[in-house]
DNA sequence: CTATAATTTCGACAATTGTCGAAGTAGGGG
DNA sequence: CCCCTACTTCGACAATTGTCGAAATTATAG
């Protein structure tokens, strides 16, 4: 059983930032912060069977394919994806640990402090 | 009072994110994908009091002070910081709820794979 | 009013990034 | 075997970004 416990401030405000791990999350916020990446990283994340091939996301976009690659590549090189080919089509997922990293960084999903006095244990459904 | 439902994948992966949205939320992402930001916004929120002065930040970094302004600048223009002058120096303080969307992007708190159940309704007090 | 300290603005410059067109690679179908 | 489709790599180029030194701004102290 996994049990989460919901804290009042994002961790990035509960204590300075090391040198490293700044420059670590830095290559990560690099990948996402792209308006075509971002809605790269979602249209795959939301595909059906959590996976799309390059030619589910080309369509979308006014970009030729080498951009479109090019942008796949970084998302891929930060690790916040994978591709497989499988036949004539390369397929991407999502790699869902690391999209995770970057929203426990600021995340603390509570805006305001929490009502009840002590921290809240809370369950999730399955994947 | 604000209730919020805490689900099992990170919104970013619940839909494809429309083009207005990417672009916006690229501007917040871009200004904390660089080291120095990130360790600037870690210091001022976790500075204490809430607030850091710019002559608190200068000295953990190797950066002369134009850089270390212009960096503060991005962030304020973003607006994940606020600044305000008293008497010689320049305080600056976090913006908790500008913060908080960039959690909610990626944020699903749950790192390992969640356990049993249906999503859970978690209460907060209001702002 | 001048001197001094804290911070920002300005102008310049090298490095990085997003984009394209052309060429390369890999697989499937005649 | 040759061609067509899907995708990536390469090389080029304009735009953006991170950094600095010099100058401007704002406030306190003498």
Redesign the pocket.
């Known amino acids: 059983m996994t049990a989460v416990t919901i804290q009042c401030c994002a961790p990035i405000t509960r204590g300075p930032l090391a040198e490293g791990d700044a420059a670590e999350l830095a290559v990560l916020l690099?990948a996402v912060?792209?308006?075509?990446?971002l809605r790269l990283l979602s249209m795959i994340g939301s595909h059906a069977g959590g996976e799309a091939?390059?030619?589910?996301?080309?369509g979308a976009f006014?970009?030729?394919?080498?951009?479109?690659?090019?942008?796949?590549?970084?998302l891929r090189t930060a690790g916040l994806i994978d591709?497989e080919?499988?036949?004539?089509?390369?397929?991407?997922r999502i790699i869902p640990e690391v999209v995770n990293r970057l929203g426990a960084l600021f995340a603390p999903l509570a805006d305001p402090v929490p009502v009840v006095g002590e921290p809240v244990d809370v369950k999730f459904a399955d994947a």
Do not use: M
């Open positions: 690099k912060a792209d308006p075509v990446r091939c390059v030619c589910d996301l080309t006014d970009l030729t394919a080498p951009t479109i690659s090019h942008h796949l590549k970084i591709g080919r499988r036949g004539t089509w390369v397929y991407y």
